[in-house]
């Protein structure tokens, strides 16, 4: 790279300038550019490896609003005591504010110059003590007079009087200030004199109609790519939106169809149609948001409701002995915030026609529990619900379609374990291994429906492979992160990004 | 779901076979109860509540000592008759009208073995037994107890005895106010005229079910040699069936079974009765099911079930046994489910995204390409944010049992809920634009639910140059995207600045609302920036779509 072609019209002032005289302010006199320009043009310069930068704080002490008047006109204690030159005289007499009288006070009291006289009004006298101060300039003064100047130059009584103007009301103050040391570097000095020959920089309209073969190559300045640039900050769908879109994929790809539906539902679809008994823990207010009003929705069609009873009470026709208990309609009317998106596959079995079958349904949806939030759990979250429905399905397909599930999401070793629900039989938990953290994970619960459950539904008994799987906690598991709340996260700062 | 704690040493020696323990560990897991800690101590598993009877050491072992071939197919236990009887009275026919009973004699208990029945006891209690509504166990010393005993009920006022763990005689009223134990379950009770009570032939109290035993007969202590069993409630079946889990439990610690006449007023019956129940198993159906040849005799052997000819026999203390399913899924579990090879079928179906989730993609693509972020917020919130933060007064939708008062409700607008995010944010560099895709909720008598629920999207920008005219700007780029045209008519409305709000109607119908939110509003969300919003329906935008 030819480095004279890199640099623009600033830095090359500033080069030229520099071969003169390497003070800030010579430069920026010379250059006629902004104290700004100039750094950048530096800073730019020392990054092309032509400039020795030396960049260094001081602190200075200066003087602050107060203390710029009180150089001029003295410090109210010394005012005060000039006042009392000729014998007592009464607060409103002398020329300083209130507040400048209290401080004033006290600075003298401490040093015993004055003695209050009178109280109504406030009067004062000086004191022998009052009177040799009169003619002798006290240390803070002194050390008033020397400033501005740098912290580090301070002697031991000056620091005292440093210490105490700092305590006071704006008198003083401590500012940084960067001061740098340029040098031109072995490089920038061979640079010889550069001529005030134009290069062009942005490439606009006029450059493109004006450009023709005969301009030289040369003309155009060049950049030094590798130099730093702005950050950008763009907008992104949520992060755990992109993942719900990565994992519907997955599952389109493999041929299913998306169910969606309501996220209010009666007990009926949520629990009774599972073959989830109504004394069963899970229906408990401690788990479940029951809707105060409208308390209750309506059943499905008679048919399918005594079909669901009967599961319920003796089994039906599904050869099962059921629950063994009595039924309760009302119950099964009470509306729910859905548990599970299972809830979705029942209503879907219950609607299918001979069609439809062999079919294969998905969802990834919300759904509530009646808990507090806290780093593992979420009164709302997210589950990844499928059926297939197919006379010739069998468990080690269930097994199939899950491996398969979590082999798209990255994860090479999944295993299963017995697991319990009420509404599946060969219940399976799915795991997988993280081989980062050597250790298995659970990701989510799956079985084949039981005959209680799809033969009230679908009419007549089939094997439904289903699956109910976590989506959280794999999303934490691929982001990192260890708090669920971090999922649900809005802050506009740290926005996420999920790719596989 | 409960977890019990088994000794470490017990399992160990009972299982008959030497383990290591990361062995132990997956044999556990693979039968199918959690194993939540296992030290030299203790092993803590968590177990399924269809399995009631590996809630207690022995019963644990029993079906581990099965599982892992130690000692295969039925268990039989001998029950003789202890000529004893139980009398019931009619008088209990309301207010807890059966009971199943057993006596168990030759028992050597130790502390920890009393340890392990109570556990068993007590965590039948709460899963089980649903915290003892439908059912409750007793467990009395025999040798105090003078037969025949009466269940009877009686006035509780006119019945007193010193509750376990007390010193004190009180009468069943007062140990509903004054006991622990009555406290807790004292709803059980709650309201009955009679109190239920087993009695002896003395007349000593033995219990008051289902709340508590009686200090002087119902404390069982290691010089107990032989125990009573009795399990009250209200379907004689489920009683006999928990009856047989713990009496299996006690006969595995060394114990000998008796069984009790009950005499009922109609009917005089015998307990406990611990015949095996005999089912039909189709291997066909068993084979298909599963996918994969397997040895379904020796599977079910190894899970203590016996096997011959198509017909199995499922131990008494199995309650779980509902259907020949639950008998393959055994079957399976003995198998392994590590030796099933997963296999994905051909099953030819055709993928479809459902059309509302297409719809909402493309929304949010056209939103991004805008520069707005997508946030995404609950749908549960509560009375403050969606109305008194929002200045207004509409009825939502609470719910009746929510343990937090701030999910409490279901938002009815998406607005608070992008005002929260605004607020979270405040401290943030803006602008800020920020939109959602979510479900809002509200009453409608035509909905099976009686609710209706609609995806509605919501976008919000905050900053000093976001106005009316720049959340306009978008609705209307969206708008023609899909080749929409739209109409806007000023409206009043509370949490919006007069005369800078309106609904956003397109072919005619209401899809949205629009506008400046006020900076009342402004102020309770805390935030010092001006907000522009719009909230449209997506499934009323959607059916404009053709």
């Not at chain 2, 079957?331 to 392994?336: E, F």
């Not at chain 2, 007064?393 to 605004?422: G, H």
């Amino acid at each position: 790279m030819d480095i004279v072609k890199s640099l623009d019209a600033s830095e090359r002032l500033v080069l030229g300038a520099l071969k003169q005289s390497s003070e800030l302010k010579d430069i920026i006199n010379s250059t006629k550019l902004s104290e700004v320009e100039v750094i950048r043009a530096l800073q730019w310069l020392s990054n092309k490896g032509l400039v020795g930068l030396e960049k260094s704080e001081t602190r200075f002490v200066e003087l602050g609003e107060n203390g710029t008047r009180y150089q001029r006109e003295g410090l109210p204690e010394r005012i005060m005591l000039n006042c009392l030159k000729d014998g007592p005289v009464s607060a409103d007499e002398i020329p300083l504010s209130q507040e400048e009288i209290q401080v004033s006070i006290g600075v003298l009291k401490g040093q015993a110059a004055i003695i209050i006289k009178g109280t109504k009004p406030l009067s004062f006298e000086l004191t022998e003590n009052g009177r040799n101060l009169l003619n002798k300039r006290t240390l803070q003064e002194q050390f008033l007079n020397t400033l501005p100047r740098g912290e580090d130059s301070l002697g031991p009584e000056e620091k005292f009087s440093f210490q105490n103007l700092m305590s006071r009301k704006d008198i003083i103050r401590l500012v940084e200030r960067k001061s740098i040391k340029v040098e031109l570097t072995d490089a920038g000095k061979a640079i010889g004199p550069i001529g005030a020959e134009k290069l062009i920089g942005r490439v606009t309209s006029e450059v493109i109609s004006s450009f023709s073969k005969q301009t030289p190559k040369s003309t155009f300045k060049t950049y030094d790519i590798s130099s730093p640039v702005p950050t950008l900050k763009g907008a992104s769908r949520h992060v755990l939106y992109q993942a719900i879109d990565y994992i519907r994929r997955i599952w389109l790809d493999m041929g299913f169809k998306e169910m969606t539906g309501r996220m209010v539902q009666q007990s009926f679809w949520n629990f009774d149609a599972l073959f989830t008994a109504q004394d069963h823990p899970v229906r408990d207010l401690h788990d479940t948001f029951f809707i105060k009003d409208p308390k209750n929705g309506a059943l499905p069609a008679r048919e399918l409701v005594e079909r669901v009873r009967k599961a319920h009470e003796t089994g039906w026709t599904t050869g099962s002995k059921g629950w063994q208990y009595k039924w309760n309609e009302e119950v099964a009317k009470q509306n729910v915030m859905r548990t599970h998106t299972t809830v979705l596959s029942a209503r879907t079995l219950a609607s299918l026609t001979p069609k439809d079958i062999p079919g294969k349904f998905f969802s990834v949806a919300r759904n509530f529990r009646n808990e507090t939030i806290d780093w593992g759990h979420s009164f709302e979250f997210y589950q990844v619900d499928g059926i297939v429905v197919s006379p010739n399905v069998t468990f080690r397909n269930l097994l199939g379609y899950l491996g398969e599930y979590y082999r798209k999401l990255g994860y090479d070793q999944v295993r299963f374990r017995p697991a319990y629900f009420p509404y599946t039989e060969m219940s399976v938990e799915a795991e997988v291994y993280l081989k980062e953290r050597k250790k298995w994970i659970e990701l989510g619960g799956a079985g084949m429906f039981r005959p209680e459950v799809v033969k009230p539904l679908l009419g007549i008994d089939m094997p439904v492979l289903a699956w109910g799987q976590g989506l959280e906690r794999g999303i934490m598991e691929h982001l990192n992160i260890t708090d669920l709340r971090e999922i649900y996260s809005n802050d506009l700062e740290k926005r996420r990004v999920w790719y596989k | 779901m409960p977890t019990v704690a088994l000794n470490y040493g017990t399992v160990k020696s009972g299982i008959g076979k030497k383990l290591s323990d990361d062995e132990l560990k997956e044999r556990i897991a693979m039968l199918g109860t959690d194993l939540e800690s296992l030290s030299k101590e203790s092993i803590v598993v968590e177990v399924f509540p269809n399995r009631p009877d590996l809630l207690a050491e022995f019963g644990f072992i029993r079906a581990l000592r099965s599982f892992i071939g130690v000692e295969k197919g039925l268990r039989e236990y001998s029950v003789k008759s202890s000529g004893l009887s139980v009398n019931i009275k009619p008088s209990v026919s309301k207010v807890r009208p059966y009971t199943a009973c057993a006596i168990v004699k030759g028992l050597k208990l130790t502390d920890e073995k009393i340890e392990q029945i109570i556990q068993l006891q007590e965590k039948l209690h709460v899963t089980h037994c649903r915290n003892r509504s439908k059912a409750a166990i007793g467990i009395y010393p025999s040798e105090k107890i003078k037969y025949p005993i009466t269940f009877c009920a009686e006035d509780p006022k006119g019945v007193s005895f010193v509750p376990l763990g007390d010193t004190k005689p009180m009468n069943g009223l007062q140990i509903l106010s004054r006991h622990k134990t009555g406290r807790d379950f004292g709803h059980l009770l709650e309201g009955k005229e009679k109190f239920p009570f087993f009695i002896d032939a003395k007349g000593d109290v033995l219990s008051m079910p289902p709340i508590i035993n009686s200090e002087l007969t119902g404390k069982v202590t290691t010089s107990t040699k032989e125990v009573f069993i009795e399990c009250s409630g209200f379907d004689l079946d489920f009683l006999k069936e928990l009856l047989n889990i713990i009496i299996c439990e006690l006969a595995d610690m060394g114990g000998q079974i008796f069984s009790m006449s009950l005499n009922y007023p109609d009917k005089k019956i015998v307990t406990p009765n611990l015949k095996p129940v005999a089912m039909k198993l189709d291997e066909a159906y068993v084979q298909k099911l599963l996918g994969q040849k397997v040895n379904i005799k020796e599977c079910l052997e190894r899970m203590g079930f016996s096997y011959s000819n198509g017909t199995v026999l499922i131990p008494s203390y199995r309650v779980d046994v509902l259907h020949p399913m639950d008998i393959v899924e055994d079957i399976a579990i003995a198998h392994g489910y590590e030796n099933f090879e997963p296999e994905l079928p051909v099953i030819s179906t055709i993928g479809e995204e459902a059309r509302i989730e297409r719809f909402r993609k493309k929304i949010a693509e056209l939103l991004v390409g805008l520069e707005l972020n997508e946030v995404t917020t609950f749908s549960v919130s509560n009375e403050r944010i969606q109305n008194t933060m929002m200045g207004q007064k509409e009825k939502i939708i609470e719910f009746s049992n929510s343990k937090s008062s701030e999910y409490s409700a279901l938002r009815q607008s998406i607005i608070p809920s992008m005002m929260e995010v605004l607020q979270l944010n405040a401290k943030n560099e803006y602008p800020q634009r920020i939109f959602e895709m979510g479900a809002v909720f509200y009453k409608d008598k035509n909905e099976e639910t009686g609710v209706r629920e609609d995806l509605v999207l919501g976008v919000a920008l905050c900053g000093k140059n976001e106005d009316f005219t720049r959340a306009r700007q978008i609705i209307e780029h969206l708008l023609k995207s899909f080749n929409l045209g739209l109409k806007l008519e000023e409206i009043t409305d509370t949490r919006f600045i007069p005369g800078r709000v309106g609904k956003l109607l397109v072919g005619g119908k209401q899809i949205g609302i629009i506008g400046e939110i006020h900076p009342t509003v402004l102020v309770n969300f805390r935030l010092e920036m001006p907000v522009a919003v719009f909230e449209i329906n997506l499934g009323t935008l959607q059916a404009q779509l053709k």
